[in-house]
T-cell receptor, first 113, second 111 residues
Framework: DAMVIQNPRYQVTQFGKPVTLSCSQTLNHNVMYWYQQKSSQAPKLLFHYYDKDFNNEADTPDNFQSRRPNTSFCFLDIRSPGLGDAAMYLC????????????FGPGTRLLVL | SQKIEQNSEALNIQEGKTATLTCNYTNYSPAYLQWYRQDPGRGPVFLLLIRENEKEKRKERLKVTFDTTLKQSLFHITASQPADSATYLC??????????FGKGTKLSVKP
């Protein structure tokens, strides 16, 4: 019954070691978002896709990349994680640009040692 | 700058009482505001959306109001239960169709 799935739920990596987080959806939504949420803070947009069109937020670090090979899947790659990248990473979807409500996955908690 | 603020970080209430959470916005007029619930270690879950031309929206024990004069939305949970304990996030729409969230209010309902 799960609609937006994120794997893994918890990820531990070492400082500087590349890591990939994944998101999949069964909703067939056009739009997918990646948000970063640090402890006791609001979720902050990193980037989003409308179909295959990629949009990067101006203040998203170059260290963060994303791939969307098809409608269902989206990946977040962190090339060289720093201690400051430890956070919850949330994937969200919505049907189209004009839609308002977003459907979030359970998140991946990233720990950088 | 355009801000959305939830000034109370935490709210503690007794079971059975009404919880009232506040969301304020400045320097713009949002077409709508949304409220989400977030449990520890989980993603936000959509609860209610209210548009600028709507005064009030209800869903079961939840009620949201939108006051464009005060630039404020209030979120009420009536007959609160310990299971309502969570962080509640207010959000407005961003230029990319994304959500811009307040920091949230952590609600604790004591039995």
């Amino acid at each position: 019954d799960a609609m937006v799935i994120q794997n893994p739920r918890y990820q531990v990596t070492q400082f500087g070691k590349p890591v990939t987080l994944s998101c999949s959806q069964t909703l067939n939504h056009n739009v997918m978002y990646w948000y970063q949420q640090k402890s006791s803070q609001a979720p902050k947009l990193l980037f989003h896709y409308y179909d295959k069109d990629f949009n990067n937020e101006a203040d998203t670090p170059d260290n963060f990349q994303s791939r969307r090979p098809n409608t269902s899947f989206c990946f977040l790659d962190i090339r060289s994680p720093g201690l400051g990248d430890a956070a919850m990473y949330l994937c969200a979807t919505k049907p189209g640009q004009a839609g308002e409500t977003q459907y979030f996955g359970p998140g991946t908690r990233l720990l950088v040692l | 700058s355009q801000k959305i603020e939830q000034n109370s970080e935490a709210l503690n209430i007794q079971e059975g009482k009404t919880a009232t959470l506040t969301c304020n916005y400045t320097n713009y007029s949002p077409a709508y505001l949304q409220w989400y619930r977030q449990d520890p270690g989980r993603g936000p879950v959509f609860l209610l959306l209210i548009r600028e031309n709507e005064k009030e929206k209800r869903k079961e024990r939840l009620k949201v109001t939108f006051d464009t004069t005060l630039k404020q939305s209030l979120f009420h949970i009536t007959a609160s239960q310990p299971a309502d304990s969570a962080t509640y996030l207010c959000a407005r729409g961003g230029s990319q169709g994304n959500l811009i969230f307040g920091k949230g209010t952590k609600l604790s309902v004591k039995p």
